[in-house]
């Protein structure tokens, strides 16, 4: 037993050395609070809808050209968190991650995303509420675990 402390030891040394990403870390990055009436007409003026769905605004997606041809979903239920980071990146920097069930019409023959980079559209303002009317549009389902049968009477 007395080998586990040390590797123990440098298991979270090396854990703990992985956090500090030095100029890279997102430490410190905040945006200010958002209107989330402003981001619905946000998303409306910029066309998001030619290729987004979004349940919760059906007549304003029904009223808008497809230009793809299946429109990415926006929001709904997810067994993962959808954070204020991710919203924010997926804006900015659509090709980071794509969704794997979206890549077949989403993605050019290199594999980046078809949605522009709205970095160069989108003012901060615009973007801050973007997410803040798009982030509430997510909704966490707790995960469902299988359950069994008793196999024999106890």
Do not use: W
Request: aromatic share 10%; proline share 6%; hydrophobic share 30%.
């Amino acid at each position: 037993m007395k080998f586990k402390t040390p590797l123990l030891c440098g298991a979270l040394i090396a854990f703990l050395s992985g956090c500090n990403m030095g100029a890279d870390s997102p430490r410190g990055f905040s945006l200010p609070e958002g209107d989330p009436e402003k981001g619905k007409h946000v998303l409306i003026e910029h066309n998001c809808f030619g290729c987004h769905s979004l349940d919760s605004m059906e007549a304003e997606v029904a009223a808008t050209q497809s230009e793809i041809t299946t429109r990415v979903p926006l929001g709904g239920r997810s067994m993962k968190i959808t954070t204020y980071a991710e919203l924010v990146t997926s804006i900015i920097n659509p090709s980071h991650r794509i969704s794997r069930g979206h890549k077949d019409y989403t993605t050019d023959a290199d594999g980046n995303s078809i949605m522009p980079n709205y970095n160069h559209v989108m003012t901060v303002d615009e973007l801050v509420n973007v997410v803040a009317f798009l982030q509430p549009e997510y909704e966490v389902v707790p995960y469902t675990y299988t359950r069994y049968n008793q196999y024999g009477p106890y």
